[in-house]
Structure formats: C-alpha cells, structure tokens
C-alpha cells in the first residue's frame, strides 16, 4: 500500500474589516453565545419548573410549618 507524501501548505489568512473589536464587544458576544446555549436553556428551564412547582405547593399549604412541628419531624 502507497501513501501520498504529506504537504504542509500554509493557509491563506483571512481578511478582517478595519474595525478591531474591542474588549466589551468581545464580553458582550461571549455572553450572547452562553445565553443561547441550548444547554443552559434545558437547566434554565428545568429550575424555572421546580421553583414553579415549589412556590405553587407552598400557597396551596401555608400550615406545613405547623404540621411538621406537630409531627416532631424536625425536633
């Protein structure tokens, strides 16, 4: 079996405008980039449910407080 010489061409540079992006453009990107992460959208949105659910549990039970002191669950 033969194999073909390996090249090491350089690769063309690319052209960037004249602009030079600055410190808070480049943080203002990183942040949009993290934002719409769809990772962190799945996490936003699963915490976003619990807290939901735990906040609708608590005013449909205003006296857990009292029943679980009653119980002695929590001396």
Do not use: Y
């Amino acid at each position: 079996m033969t194999h073909l010489p390996m090249t090491r061409d350089l690769q063309p540079l690319t052209k960037f405008n004249d602009r030079r992006e600055t410190a808070i453009e480049a943080a203002w990107h990183r942040i949009a980039v993290a934002v719409t992460n769809p990772d962190l959208i799945a996490v936003a949105a699963f915490c976003a449910i619990g807290l939901g659910i735990t906040i609708n549990v608590l005013l449909h039970h205003p006296d857990a407080g009292l029943t679980i002191e009653q119980l002695g669950l929590f001396p």
